[in-house]
């Protein structure tokens, strides 16, 4: 029988759930403060983190296909192995880093001028990402250590590492952005800055837990043999590449379709999009829960493979989504008892609370699909068959951004209805994750 009930897949995942609030609250507060600057840095913030986030989710998308092979390790209880990998996966993404930086401080403004129809929103843009592309070295080492922890379910670790990046994120927003305590007023680029140096603070905390937490008198860095700088394997690259290209590229299509969904936002009007950001603010708040469960999925799943024991994974599924839509149903229950309350946490402005109520009662519902589609997915990569998860992820945001431009552009729909594509990403995502457990040989894949 498998290890995993309802107890111990929610001692893992509320970790990450709590990390995830921690993490949230930084944007809630970053879109809270520079609500109260201007709708063109509220929508500049918009455009400028879904960029970058979609330029980071290539490593994170690494990092995710590097916690499917650790969590398959961890379940086979090859343990010395898993230092290998973690080395390796710090080579790589400290590399790609430099490129990130490169594509986010020279590349960004060619792509940006052609874009994006606003001018002041397109220089405020830029403001950020001149500022934010520095954090991209903090970001992606974070991310090499999330993927171990999360591997191999040590996730309490998540708790103090986000706490400390959202509690230095929020002071400094306050700092830099409205310019107190002595310090020059800057606007957007305040918040970018605070967002370099708080990712700073998490990759040194992780270093400090890394060597020096023990157990039974041996630290986490001796005893899975990571940071021994071991010499370039390329058949160990070749076996993570294997599995994490796909998750690289998967993440990839899926950040920059919702980049290319609020760009055709932005040709709406800068109402729309100041909507259409605090409808993304809130709206990761409310999917914290099920995307902690989408995160932990990969591992359980994996390391249930890695076990022998592909039989239990649809019992192991099956608990995860109960416990997923517990969660989205009450807060879907919540925001639709208490709409103009939630939306007035991000604006005062009467006018922009009005027209974002209709598009909040959309994604409120959108929550109730989540967990189903979501989990379901991600198990498919857990399996190991991540070039499968690419093809599907593919499909679905091909559909759903033509979805979009139809609503937007052909039928001239209000904002809130062009939302009804985020039931439809969710719907196709999910059936199709379905069909593929249904028709697919997954049980014998290998990472």
């Not at 250590?145 to 670790?157: C, D, E, L, P, S």
């Not at 932990?296 to 608990?319: A, D, F, H, N």
């Not at 809130?416 to 719907?427: A, G, M, P």
Request: with cysteine; net charge positive.
């Amino acid at each position: 029988m498998s290890s995993y009930s309802y107890k111990n897949i929610w001692k893992i995942t509320y970790p990450i759930i709590l990390g995830y609030m921690a993490q949230n609250l930084v944007y809630v507060v970053d879109t809270a403060f520079l609500g109260r600057v201007s709708e063109v840095a509220l929508g500049a913030a918009a455009i400028a983190g879904l960029y970058y986030m979609a330029v980071f989710m290539l490593g994170m998308g690494f990092g995710t296909g590097t916690q499917i092979i650790i969590a398959r390790r961890y379940g086979e209880g090859e343990y010395a192995s898993i230092g290998k990998v973690m080395d390796h996966t710090f080579y790589f993404l400290l590399c790609f880093a430099v490129i990130i930086f490169l594509l986010l401080k020279y590349v960004s403004p060619l792509i940006f001028d052609e874009l994006l129809s606003s001018k002041d929103v397109n220089l405020a843009t830029m403001e950020y990402l001149d500022y934010r592309a520095f954090g991209i070295f903090f970001a992606f080492i974070n991310v090499g250590f999330r993927a171990f922890y999360v591997g191999i379910g040590n996730t309490r670790v998540l708790i103090w590492s986000t706490s400390i990046m959202a509690i230095v994120n929020i002071i400094l927003d306050y700092v830099l952005i409205f310019g107190h305590w002595g310090f020059p007023e800057m606007g957007i680029a305040g918040a970018a800055i605070a967002s370099v140096i708080s990712e700073g603070f998490t990759t040194a905390y992780f270093l400090w837990y890394s060597i020096k937490k023990s157990k039974a008198g041996i630290s986490l860095k001796k005893q899975y043999a990571f940071f021994t700088y071991p010499k370039i394997d390329r058949k160990q690259f070749k076996s993570m590449f294997n599995t994490s290209l796909p998750v690289m590229f998967q993440n990839f299509i899926s950040l920059w379709g919702w980049f290319l969904f609020y760009l055709i936002i932005e040709g709406m009007g800068e109402r729309p999009l100041a909507v259409s950001n605090i409808i993304r603010s809130i709206y990761l708040i409310l999917m914290i829960p099920g995307i902690a469960f989408y995160s932990v999925t990969y591992s359980l799943v994996s390391s249930t493979m890695g076990k022998k024991q592909p039989e239990q994974i649809k019992p192991l599924l099956k608990r995860i989504i109960g416990l997923g839509f517990t969660f989205s149903f009450f807060l879907a229950i919540l925001i639709m008892l208490f709409p103009r309350e939630v939306v007035s946490i991000y604006t005062n402005n009467t006018d922009l609370i009005n027209a974002t109520i209709p598009t909040l009662n959309i994604i409120a519902l959108a929550l109730l699909i989540l967990p189903f589609s979501m989990i379901t997915f991600a198990a498919v990569s857990g399996t190991g068959n991540t070039r499968a998860s690419l093809y599907l992820e593919i499909a679905t945001v091909i559909i759903y951004l033509l979805c979009t431009h139809w609503f937007a552009n052909i039928l001239k729909w209000e904002v809130h209805q062009v939302w009804y594509t985020e039931w439809i990403y969710l719907i196709i995502i999910g059936l199709l994750s379905y069909i593929f457990f249904k028709t697919a040989n997954w049980k014998g894949a290998k990472v």
